[in-house]
């Protein structure tokens, strides 16, 4: 009895320590992971269930979603969270749907490239810039349609897409006909007791925004790779990753610098979400046969590509731009650290690697070149370093180029500084505004 009453005391120590961990306000420069709105018992979910209309002709047309919450099982000594049908609870109900109609439509691009687009309401903003796409998206009319029974098909040299209209599903397959993904349905899900959240859009209780969950089906040995510079393993599979723009102090975490919203699979085809919007991909990360894309725009923009990895890459960046190619002596090796702080530490670390024939094209100088460690002026430390345009011209001759560290965060001590923010009597404050190097309040005020 005494182990009893210490076991129950200790686990409800651990449950209250865990609680407390969970309460912890985020930090201004968190990551935001959209994945827990997914999963939060209050929400409302709106399942993608069949189509309801569709004109083969514009490849457009709507799908009835099944309004569902989750509830909670009890089964032996284990609870369960499982997405479950419910009636509305809008009043009067005769002017809102429980389960309601909204558009969706296919787009060809090329043989290789397609584009899914759903709303999840009425769309009432003008359009906007196409900030990540590098002009308008073209068209392609080699996709035949094909009626099949229970549903449409358009098919290309490269692959098909295939619509089922009852269930809803979207079927991705390769020019041989062997299937490479396909949306995730509630249907699919019975055979299994692990809770799965399927092709769907959330409603949230708290302000009633809304945000998609699109979710595909991933196949045995599946691998999943992209989403930018990611310093967790290669594969993806199996991971959750959040698309956030992040300092990452590092590379033994899941920071991102440079978060990409594309991904290729193994199996033969990429993806790109056209999104500035959080992201949460969870690749198999909850349950290994589902991928889920939780993106926090409340419609979905979704570009499907069919091929190997070089002709995904090549449909990908016609879309968004190809990056001219580096020169040559960006691939090679780039010495650094933090931090080399004087001009004849920078030599001697060059004359070194010269001695000993070790091939480098780039020194990197860290945060010691200012006055000030940290502290980023745009101007090197005239107390260690006594020329630094010789020294820089001395590196050039012997084929050294060099990286100089900056960050433009101004603290009170910096010299760059004046409250409350950048002002005309500040030294950049011209330059800030003739190339339009400045964020603006909602009142139009300079920041």
Same mark, same amino acid.
């Given at each position: 009895?005494?182990?009893? @009453?210490?076991?129950?005391? +200790?686990?409800?120590?651990?449950?209250? $320590? +865990?609680? &407390?961990? &969970?309460?912890?306000?985020?930090?201004?420069?968190?990551?935001?992971?959209?994945?827990?709105?997914?999963?939060?018992?209050?929400?409302?979910?709106?399942? +993608?269930?069949?189509?309801?209309?569709?004109?083969?002709?514009? !490849? &457009?047309?709507?799908?009835?979603?099944?309004?569902?919450?989750?509830?909670?099982?009890?089964?032996?000594?284990?609870?369960?969270?499982?997405?479950?049908?419910?009636? %509305?609870?809008?009043?009067?109900?005769?002017?809102?749907?429980?389960?309601?109609?909204? %558009?969706?439509?296919?787009?060809? @691009?090329?043989?290789?490239? =397609?584009?899914?687009?759903? #709303?999840? *309401?009425?769309?009432? !903003?003008?359009?906007?810039?196409?900030?990540?796409?590098?002009?308008?998206?073209?068209?392609?009319?080699?996709?035949?349609?094909?009626?099949? %029974?229970?549903?449409?098909?358009?098919?290309? $040299?490269?692959?098909?897409?295939?619509?089922?209209?009852?269930?809803? !599903? @979207?079927?991705?397959?390769?020019?041989?006909?062997?299937?490479?993904?396909?949306?995730?349905?509630?249907?699919?899900?019975?055979?299994?007791?692990?809770?799965?959240?399927?092709?769907?859009?959330?409603?949230?209780? &708290?302000?009633?925004?809304?945000?998609?969950?699109?979710?595909?089906?991933?196949?045995?040995?599946?691998?999943?790779?992209?989403? *930018?510079?990611?310093?967790?393993?290669?594969?993806?599979?199996?991971?959750?990753?959040?698309?956030?723009?992040?300092?990452?102090?590092?590379?033994?975490?899941?920071?991102?610098?440079?978060?990409?919203?594309?991904?290729?699979?193994?199996?033969?085809?990429?993806?790109?979400?056209?999104?500035?919007?959080?992201?949460?991909?969870?690749?198999?990360?909850?349950?290994? *046969?589902?991928?889920?894309?939780? @993106?926090?725009?409340?419609?979905?923009?979704?570009?499907?590509?069919?091929?190997?990895?070089?002709?995904?890459?090549?449909?990908? #960046?016609?879309?968004? *731009?190809?990056? %001219?190619?580096?020169?040559?002596?960006?691939?090679?090796?780039?010495?650094?650290?933090?931090?080399?702080?004087?001009?004849?530490?920078?030599?001697?670390?060059?004359?070194?690697?010269?001695?000993?024939?070790?091939?480098?094209?780039? =020194? !990197?100088?860290?945060?010691?070149?200012?006055?000030?460690?940290?502290?980023?002026?745009?101007?090197?430390?005239?107390?260690?370093?006594?020329?630094?345009?010789?020294?820089?011209?001395?590196?050039?001759?012997?084929?050294?180029?060099?990286?100089?560290?900056?960050?433009?965060?101004?603290?009170?001590?910096?010299?760059?500084?004046?409250?409350?923010?950048?002002?005309?009597?500040?030294?950049?404050?011209?330059?800030?505004?003739?190339?339009?190097?400045?964020?603006?309040?909602?009142?139009?005020?300079?920041?």
């Amino acid at each position: 009895m005494i182990v009893l @009453i210490k076991i129950a005391t +200790a686990s409800l120590l651990c449950l209250a $320590a +865990a609680t &407390a961990i &969970a309460a912890t306000p985020p930090l201004l420069n968190d990551p935001v992971d959209i994945n827990g709105d997914f999963h939060a018992l209050e929400n409302f979910y709106y399942l +993608a269930d069949k189509v309801s209309e569709f004109d083969p002709a514009t !490849h &457009a047309g709507k799908l009835l979603y099944q309004r569902a919450q989750y509830r909670v099982r009890h089964a032996f000594d284990n609870d369960l969270s499982l997405i479950t049908a419910v009636p %509305p609870n809008e009043f009067p109900e005769n002017q809102y749907p429980a389960n309601p109609e909204q %558009p969706f439509s296919v787009e060809f @691009i090329s043989p290789r490239a =397609l584009r899914i687009k759903l #709303t999840s *309401g009425p769309q009432v !903003h003008s359009p906007q810039p196409e900030f990540m796409l590098t002009g308008p998206v073209p068209t392609d009319d080699s996709w035949k349609y094909e009626k099949i %029974p229970a549903g449409w098909r358009y098919a290309s $040299a490269a692959g098909s897409l295939t619509i089922m209209e009852n269930p809803f !599903h @979207i079927e991705l397959r390769d020019a041989k006909g062997k299937p490479l993904t396909a949306t995730d349905h509630a249907e699919d899900n019975k055979s299994t007791f692990s809770p799965i959240l399927p092709f769907c859009y959330v409603r949230r209780i &708290a302000d009633y925004s809304r945000s998609f969950n699109a979710a595909f089906t991933l196949s045995p040995g599946e691998k999943i790779f992209g989403c *930018g510079e990611s310093f967790t393993s290669l594969d993806k599979r199996g991971q959750k990753i959040v698309l956030w723009t992040d300092d990452a102090n590092g590379i033994e975490n899941q920071g991102m610098y440079k978060p990409v919203p594309f991904f290729l699979s193994s199996r033969g085809y990429g993806m790109f979400m056209h999104t500035s919007t959080p992201i949460t991909c969870d690749f198999g990360h909850d349950f290994s *046969g589902v991928n889920s894309l939780m @993106i926090g725009d409340d419609d979905l923009d979704l570009f499907l590509f069919l091929g190997t990895p070089k002709e995904i890459l090549d449909e990908y #960046t016609k879309l968004t *731009g190809k990056s %001219p190619l580096p020169p040559l002596w960006s691939f090679g090796l780039w010495m650094g650290r933090c931090t080399y702080n004087s001009e004849q530490q920078v030599r001697d670390i060059a004359a070194k690697l010269r001695e000993n024939k070790i091939p480098c094209d780039v =020194l !990197h100088l860290d945060t010691g070149w200012f006055e000030t460690d940290w502290q980023c002026d745009y101007e090197f430390s005239q107390t260690r370093f006594t020329d630094p345009k010789k020294m820089l011209a001395d590196l050039k001759t012997d084929s050294f180029r060099v990286s100089c560290w900056q960050l433009p965060y101004f603290v009170p001590k910096n010299k760059l500084w004046q409250l409350p923010y950048f002002v005309p009597k500040n030294k950049l404050f011209p330059e800030l505004v003739e190339q339009n190097l400045r964020s603006e309040e909602h009142t139009s005020e300079l920041q």
